[in-house]
């Protein structure tokens, strides 16, 4: 490479427009591999999530039906699918025994979700 091409002022222009072109574009590139990174982070989660409320909703209706048809009491804790979820599920009678309670948290890898039924009581 000629000595000049850098100290001429179509070599110096050269050099720069190059050097903006390369930073834009490794701009560019992070950003878009920022974004994905998060996206995949996201999917990860909502599927967790939808193991962990499928997991509250079976121990809401785990301990609904005991309350109808079983002994009239629930307390599971730590009851485990097949899909390596668990749940933990109460019964309670609220509000001066007015309304009937039921608390159902389901639990997957990290994440947690709950339902909460609650009905008019009919002894």
């Not at 072109?21 to 967790?48: E, R, W």
Request: aromatic share 8%; with cysteine.
């Amino acid at each position: 490479m000629d000595k000049n091409f850098f100290t001429s002022q179509k070599g110096v222009v050269a050099v720069l427009m190059t050097i903006l072109m390369l930073s834009t574009l490794l701009i560019v590139g992070t950003t878009i591999v920022v974004v994905l990174v998060n996206q995949i982070k996201m999917s990860s989660q909502a599927d967790q999530s939808v193991m962990a409320i499928f997991a509250a909703d079976a121990g809401a209706e785990n301990c609904l039906y005991q309350v109808r048809y079983g002994s009239g009491a629930c307390a599971i804790s730590g009851a485990a699918l097949t899909n390596g979820a668990t749940y933990d599920a109460s019964y309670a009678l609220i509000n001066g025994n007015t309304l009937s309670d039921i608390k159902s948290t389901g639990h997957y890898s990290q994440t947690n979700r709950k339902i909460e039924l609650t009905w008019p009581y009919s002894p």
